[in-house]
């Protein structure tokens, strides 16, 4: 009769269940959240390369007779384009660490037809998740990725041929 009673005594259990799923689940959520903020910094770093190769193709009237008039197209410079990019990803990004976004413009012409190409690059770092796995699995945090790097690039024709 005895053995029963002490069987039916529940008290505690869900405090144990729950102690015992606790680290799987933060691992679940801040899983999701580093990956969230991962796929953010990409999309991200896509728009920079997008904004950086939208200013690479404009033409603008260039002074060059210096009479205050825009006389002659010209493309804005590569060193104003990275700028541009850069400028817009590091604005934006969610960063751990301190890490900066790298622009580079490259020029090309297919079937006669100019284009410029905008690669921006950027080293992502997870702020938790390298750590907790590390400590959770007992591997050593430094054989695990703690960045990646991520690049986008996007190539337009540009506006004014010849240029």
């Known amino acids: ?3 029963k009673k002490l069987f039916r005594c529940q008290k505690g259990a869900s405090a144990v269940e729950f ?3 606790l680290p799987l689940l933060l691992v679940f959520v801040f899983g ?3 990956f969230g903020i991962l796929l953010y910094d990409k999309a991200i770093i896509t728009n920079a390369s997008r904004e950086g190769a ?4 404009r033409a603008y009237w260039a002074d060059t007779d210096s009479d205050g008039k825009g006389d002659t197209p010209a493309l804005y410079p590569v060193g104003e384009v990275e700028n541009v990019a850069e400028n817009y990803a590091a604005t934006r990004l969610i960063k751990f660490s301190g890490a900066t976004p790298i622009a580079t413009v490259t020029e090309s012409t297919v079937d006669g037809i100019d ?3 905008v690669t921006v690059a950027y080293g992502h770092s997870f702020l938790l998740f390298p750590n907790v796995l590390g400590t959770l699995l007992g591997v050593n945090s430094t054989t695990m990725p703690g960045a990646i790097s991520l690049t ?3 190539a337009m024709r540009m506006e004014v041929q010849g240029l």
């Open 19 to 21: 102690a015992l799923v």
């Open 32 to 34: 999701i959240i580093e």
């Open 152 to 154: 986008a690039s996007s």
């Open 54 to 57: 939208r200013v690479a193709i």
């Open 115 to 117: 284009y410029r190409t």
């Open 1 to 3: 009769m005895k053995k």
